[in-house]
């Protein structure tokens, strides 16, 4: 038996994202998916879903939702926003009942730009190319090929045999201050040692004119060599950063064009590529060079974050044992008998 959920309003970018598409980048196809992968998969181990399922991507906006018919187990994760559930607060990284009838509304986040919806069982939507995702400038997936808007409806499964009851875990947090790790090249041998310094040692700040297909930074220039700013076309991944003609650097995301004719002076890490997508215009963006083994000790760290959440799932307002004894209660507690400060 399936659920209704009915979008009433919804502003900024919402999108049905799951893990993505993979095998059709050289098809000119890339692979979409969820900005912050992490977030998502909180969001869905939470309700008892595998990390990857389909869920609602809420990007630099909100919405108000309406449950028109079932009964499901929502959770909410990603950039912090204020949930209400028929007008009574709600806080994110928790699961909660939608009764029919009920109405949730997401505020746009205070920080961050994408936050997820999750409902047990998963949201029901037809797969093109084997994923339910949103390519917008490709036309597939999602709400028949655009984003959601005001009147639209998703099936999801209902509550019965999918109740996870009330859990919470904690955010993983999101080191604001730390620069965005990189590796140089593909191409980094096309640019004088200036432009690789205002790279490393310049602070940018995201345009807008950031999207999910690539985040456009404001900032200093970065000069090119002498074979200009023009290569080859050559592929793509998440994370590659351009520099155009006029020097500002462009970093591709999940909806990129899979191959590109500028020269890309660094990828970023993909550990780092959750932070890197939940900046928003106006927040300030630093880089720092690193090595290949440490970009994967940093993506094995990631992998590990997603497969321990089931882990770090607890009872909301429940005793967790496990979690009290493992927790330092003694503090600074110093030895009583003695004398002396």
Not at 275 to 299: K, W
């Amino acid at each position: 038996m399936s659920g209704r959920l009915v979008i009433a309003r919804c502003h900024g970018a919402l999108s049905l994202q799951d893990g993505g598409r993979r095998g059709y980048q050289r098809y000119g196809l890339s692979g979409s998916g969820a900005m912050d992968r992490l977030a998502m998969a909180t969001a869905n181990v939470l309700v008892g879903n595998a990390p990857d399922a389909p869920v609602l991507e809420l990007g630099f906006g909100g919405g108000r939702f309406v449950v028109e018919a079932g009964r499901g187990w929502f959770a909410c994760a990603g950039a912090p926003c204020t949930l209400r559930i028929d007008g009574a607060p709600l806080t994110g990284h928790r699961t909660a009942t939608l009764a029919e009838g009920a109405e949730l509304i997401v505020d746009p986040p205070r920080e961050g730009a994408f936050a997820y919806l999750a409902v047990a069982g998963g949201f029901e939507a037809g797969a093109v190319l084997g994923s339910v995702s949103l390519h917008l400038r490709a036309g597939i997936g999602g709400a028949d090929g655009r984003l959601f808007q005001a009147g639209d409806h998703l099936t999801f499964a209902t509550a019965e045999g999918n109740t996870p009851g009330d859990r919470t875990t904690d955010a993983v947090p999101l080191d604001r201050d730390a620069p965005i790790r990189v590796m140089l090249g593909p191409q980094a041998d096309r640019f004088p040692q200036g432009g690789i310094d205002t790279l490393l040692g310049s602070t940018f700040t995201v345009s807008h004119r950031a999207d999910r297909m690539g985040y456009q930074l404001d900032g200093p220039a970065i000069a090119h060599g002498e074979g200009g700013y023009n290569i080859v076309s050559d592929a793509t991944v998440m994370g590659s950063i351009q520099v155009p003609g006029n020097g500002l650097p462009i970093v591709l995301m999940a909806d990129r064009q899979t191959t590109g004719g500028y020269p890309k002076i660094a990828t970023v890490i993909s550990a780092d590529l959750r932070r890197l997508a939940q900046s928003r215009p106006g927040d300030p963006i630093r880089f720092e060079a690193v090595t290949l083994a440490t970009a994967r000790e940093a993506a094995l760290r990631r992998q590990r974050d997603i497969a321990d959440l089931p882990g770090r799932i607890r009872p909301l307002g429940g005793f967790d044992a496990e979690r009290l004894l493992g927790a330092n209660l003694a503090g600074h507690a110093v030895d009583a008998l003695r004398e002396g400060p």
